[in-house]
Nanobody
Framework: QVQLVESGGGLVQAGGSLTLSCAAS????????MAWFRQAPGKEREFVAA????????NYANSVKGRFTISRDNAKNTVYLQMNSLKPEDTAVYYC????????????????WGQGTQVTVSS
């Protein structure tokens, strides 16, 4: 069983940047697709970004494309989300997730989730 712990969230002004980290323990994530999802108050959880096991394939939600970058360091068993040009609508709890099967961006295909980290962007 893998445990995922997110960190790096916080309060930032619009236009600012944050880098989220997701540290895995219990087993390696080096062969897994990893992704970030987010959930704003009163809204459903939504896909943000995904990266394949080698780090050479990524996918982003249209709303964050060009502003967010997902990356991974398999040696450190860690995944990152660099967030630039943040907007108030990016305010949400951000979750890291480990894929249970090959390449996917569907929440149902991710079997392990972290507890989430709050990101708040003020206008």
């Amino acid at each position: 069983q893998v445990q995922l712990v997110e960190s790096g969230g916080g309060l930032v002004q619009a236009g600012g940047s944050l880098t989220l980290s997701c540290a895995a323990s219990g087993r390696t994530i080096s062969s897994s697709t990893m992704a970030w999802f987010r959930q704003a108050p009163g809204k459903e959880r939504e896909f943000v970004a995904a990266i394949n096991w080698r780090g050479d394939r990524t996918n982003y939600a249209n709303s964050v494309k060009g502003r967010f970058t997902i990356s991974r360091d398999n040696a450190k068993n860690t995944v990152y989300l660099q967030m630039n040009s943040l907007k108030p609508e990016d305010t949400a709890v951000y979750y890291c997730a480990r894929g249970s099967m090959g390449w996917s961006i569907q929440p149902g295909d991710f079997g392990s989730w972290g507890q989430g980290t709050q990101v708040t962007v003020s206008s």
